[in-house]
């Protein structure tokens, strides 16, 4: 754990694994996660002796909350200089929702670095519905209440099934936000502006030339996968995927599965 100056704000990050591994990959948060999200994704690599890169972006838990309006491109400045700072020349990378639009924007404007990208029930456009949750989203941060802020967005963003079946799991997590700081609200309603503003990079896709996995819930509400099919219809070297019984926060709900296919892509895409 430990913090990274950029010019003008601080980014906490953490490396895991092997520290001089030329063998790297970096996971992208989602919008309400922060680095520990990827628990679950993370051992697997680490005990391969992979390098393994995670980073709060601005505007989340543990890094700096300055005031927006930020862009896409102001995460992917973060992450690059993150990454020049611990040497990383080329790395996969592995994003979840909003990460996943830091992904492709990152391989948008910074190919030469990225050797791949899985990207993770994300879009590259909005429509109406996207639009009208992000409205409720901030209302719900106004409400102030960490616990209501999450139970009012759960339903989006967790299967049915999956809610039923783990309400302590999430009933923890809930009150682990509903003890941050007020802050933390106030970060995720400039996130979602972010995402409402500037996300709309489907006609950049054609740019992307790595090799991408594009990963999806197959009921998922939030980000449904129509909005996966455009990304990989809209890169060249992509492979595209539906999970079964799966809602949008793929990397807690389907872990194990989304493991098998992250590490065949990956590893294949290492060692061609």
Not at 60 to 77: A, C, I, M, R
Not at 88 to 114: Q, R
Not at 165 to 180: E, P, V
Not at 231 to 241: G, Q, V
């Amino acid at each position: 754990m430990a913090i990274f100056q950029t010019s003008d704000i601080n980014i906490y990050y953490e490396v895991k694994g092997k520290k001089d591994s030329v063998h790297c990959i970096a996971f992208l948060n989602g919008v309400m996660a922060s680095a520990s999200s990827w628990a679950l994704l993370t051992p697997l690599f680490i005990n391969m002796g992979w390098r393994v890169i995670l980073h709060d972006f601005r505007g989340q838990l543990n890094s700096d909350k300055p005031e927006g309006p930020y862009t896409f491109k102001d995460h992917v400045e973060d992450a690059k200089a993150l990454f020049e700072h611990l040497g990383v020349n080329k790395v996969h990378l592995v994003g979840t929702s909003y990460g996943g639009e830091v992904a492709m924007k990152f391989a948008i404007e910074y190919p030469e670095m990225v050797k791949s990208i899985t990207v993770i029930d994300s879009v590259s456009e909005l429509d109406t519905n996207l639009k009208d949750l992000v409205k409720t989203w901030k209302e719900l941060c106004d409400s102030g209440d960490g616990e209501t802020f999450f139970w009012g967005m759960a339903p989006a963003i967790y299967s049915s099934k999956f809610l039923n079946d783990n309400h302590d799991l999430l009933a923890h997590r809930a009150q682990a936000i509903k003890d941050n700081p007020g802050e933390y609200l106030e970060g995720q309603k400039i996130l979602y502006d972010t995402f409402h503003d500037d996300v709309y990079m489907t006609d950049q896709l054609d740019r992307i030339k790595c090799p991408a996995l594009i990963v999806c819930g197959e009921n998922d509400t939030l980000k449904p996968p129509k909005f996966s099919k455009i990304i990989a219809d809209n890169i060249a070297k992509s492979e595209y995927i539906i999970i079964p019984d799966c809602g949008h926060v793929v990397i807690f709900e389907k872990p194990k599965v989304l493991e098998s296919a992250l590490v065949g892509f990956i590893l294949k895409n290492e060692f061609p």
